[in-house]
């Protein structure tokens, strides 16, 4: 099976055009395939990878663990937040099969694109686009928590 931090551990784009010639496939198709997998594990499991990565695409500043876990538990019209609706860093980068990488050595811990051509395919694609309006919309709710 073709996992895409084969290819998004790479340093060099002469590093991931080589991973990617050992699996003769493009980051595209990687990232499609990917995607694919994690939307045929449950809805749940779409609509969480779908907002991790989107939020990690579309964020203009870089979120930490901390950031990211409270952006994903706020409910939009929801004017409490819960604990229990909060997602874990371990999990989130289960979630998203590789795509995204928790970065337990940075200070403050931060959840990652595991590669800048991440961020590039998922934010042509048209079903993430929404993903800029719900995000406006958790940090209207936010503020008034």
């Avoid at 969480?48 to 990211?68: H, M, P, S, V």
């Avoid at 604990?83 to 289960?94: A, G, L, N, Q, T």
């Avoid at 337990?104 to 811990?109: D, E, G, L, V």
Wanted: proline fraction near 3%; glycine fraction near 4%; charge should be positive.
């Amino acid at each position: 099976m073709f996992r895409a931090r084969e290819v998004c551990e790479q340093k060099t784009v002469e590093g991931m055009e080589g991973a990617i010639r050992k699996r003769d496939a493009d980051p595209n198709t990687i990232y499609t395939r990917t995607w694919k997998r994690i939307t045929s594990v449950s809805e749940a499991n779409e609509t969480c990878a779908r907002r991790i990565i989107g939020w990690l695409t579309f964020a203009k500043t870089t979120l930490d663990a901390n950031e990211l876990t409270e952006a994903l538990a706020i409910k939009p019209g929801v004017y409490t937040m819960k604990r229990k609706s909060k997602v874990f860093p371990e999990e989130m980068e289960e979630i998203c099969h590789g795509l995204v990488i928790f970065d337990t050595k940075s200070r403050p811990k931060r959840l990652r694109l595991a590669h800048q051509t991440v961020r590039e395919h998922f934010s042509a694609m048209e079903e993430f686009q929404a993903m800029k309006t719900e995000m406006c919309n958790a940090c209207f709710t936010y503020l008034t928590l």
